[in-house]
């Protein structure tokens, strides 16, 4: 069976992020919470990754003018949150690239991102969705179909334990 797409993780030798700064820096990995992680699209195509301050959310999923797929991530709001909803915060982003276009809604992306961080260990004990919870409870829904904090961390655990 064709794997059609992936985040990676893998222990890093920083055991810690790069400082936030006001300049944007573009990779094809980023080190969050001590993990090195990337992300290829559901074509195989590899993500870029940009950092920038500036962007006015945690973090968004689009493409280039060229069609290059991108993360962008702003350090100052991610920050906010433990290391664990960090990475799942990476790997909902991620999704966004990985799920097949028909398959791409938002409830779908916090599904992919949990069960991911599962497959590679980065989540192992149930106990640590308490973090999700404690750390999305204020988060507002949106039109765009971001459920409110209770419901999506409800929505997570549900997904982690499937």
């Known amino acids: 069976m064709r794997h059609i797409a992936s ?24 080190a969050i919470g001590g993990i090195n992680m990337h992300c290829n699209a559901w074509d195989g195509a590899a993500v870029l990754i940009e950092i ?8 968004l999923a689009s493409r280039l003018f060229n069609g290059q797929p991108l993360i962008e991530l702003n ?8 290391p664990r909803v960090q990475q799942w915060w990476f790997a909902h982003e991620c999704a966004h690239h990985a799920l097949h276009p028909s398959q791409n809604s938002e409830t779908a ?9 599962a497959a590679f260990g980065i989540l192992r004990h149930p106990s640590e969705l308490q973090a999700f919870a404690w ?3 204020n988060l507002p829904g949106t039109p765009t179909g971001h459920l409110p904090g209770p419901v999506r961390a409800q929505n997570i655990a549900l997904c982690a334990l499937m």
Do not use: K, Y
């Open 7 to 30: 985040i990676a993780a893998a222990a890093c030798l920083a055991a810690a992020s790069t400082p936030a700064s006001a300049q944007v820096e573009h990779r094809w990995a980023v």
């Open 52 to 59: 920038d301050p500036s962007i006015n959310d945690v973090g």
């Open 75 to 82: 350090p100052n709001v991610l920050a906010q949150f433990s």
């Open 109 to 117: 992306a916090d599904c992919f991102g949990i069960r991911r961080m």
């Open 135 to 137: 750390d999305l409870r």
